[in-house]
């Protein structure tokens, strides 16, 4: 199994993350399974800068800025430990094999940008939260941000949507590690089923437990 950068976020994040729920047992799978997960050098700095950019983002705390930023810096600092200490043990238990291409990394690139030429994406308009410049405009009458929460008339701004060259990487290193499966929350990776480039390499796409709860209720 290669589990994607996203994956390994989710669960290090863990109940404050959209994603935990579907997550965590794939962790499981292989702290206390059968299942033996594949990870790169990429996935190991991704999810490190990850931890630190995402929990300052998006857990919450009441108090004074000094208090805030303590706070939160000490979430941070658990959660980065909590990485590494996991990486090692379940290292020491051959359940993560940390692997790396069999060829050059000049070659290796050199394939990746080749590739990636052929699924570039597409541009798209989102609106945006002139405060935070991070939130969506929910489809509400008060027009409230998901990350602020303030009420306001949404920015125009515009965002690349699709595969990017680092997904790339991380597909040819799941490929050419041998792993049968590799999960994201990434959508745009679904492109790559049936790429013969990477089959039999599978790619399955988690979905946001919240959005699917969300969907059953709208039906």
């Not at 208090?67 to 996991?86: G, H, L, Y």
């Amino acid at each position: 199994m290669y589990y994607d950068t996203n994956v390994w976020v989710s669960y290090i994040i863990g109940k404050n993350d959209d994603y935990y729920p579907v997550c965590k047992p794939l962790i499981d799978d292989i702290e206390i399974g059968n299942k033996v997960a594949v990870i790169s050098h990429m996935v190991l700095l991704e999810t490190i800068h990850a931890i630190r950019r995402k929990i300052p983002e998006n857990i919450k705390f009441e108090g004074e800025s000094k208090q805030i930023c303590d706070s939160k810096n000490t979430i941070v600092n658990v959660a980065t430990n909590k990485f590494v200490e996991t990486v090692k043990e379940l290292s020491k238990r051959r359940k993560i094999l940390i692997t790396r291409p069999p060829i050059t990394i000049a070659e290796h690139h050199a394939t990746v940008l080749k590739k990636i030429k052929n699924y570039f994406g597409y541009i798209r308009p989102i609106s945006c939260c002139p405060y935070c410049s991070k939130g969506r405009v929910n489809r509400n009458s008060k027009n409230e941000c998901p990350v602020c929460h303030k009420e306001h008339e949404s920015i125009k701004k515009y965002e690349y949507k699709g595969l990017g060259h680092a997904d790339m990487e991380h597909a040819f290193f799941a490929k050419r590690s041998g792993a049968p499966v590799f999960y994201t929350t990434d959508k745009p990776f679904e492109n790559l089923n049936g790429d013969g480039d990477f089959s039999p390499l599978q790619f399955i796409i988690l979905q946001n437990p919240a959005s699917i709860s969300s969907s059953s209720v709208h039906h």
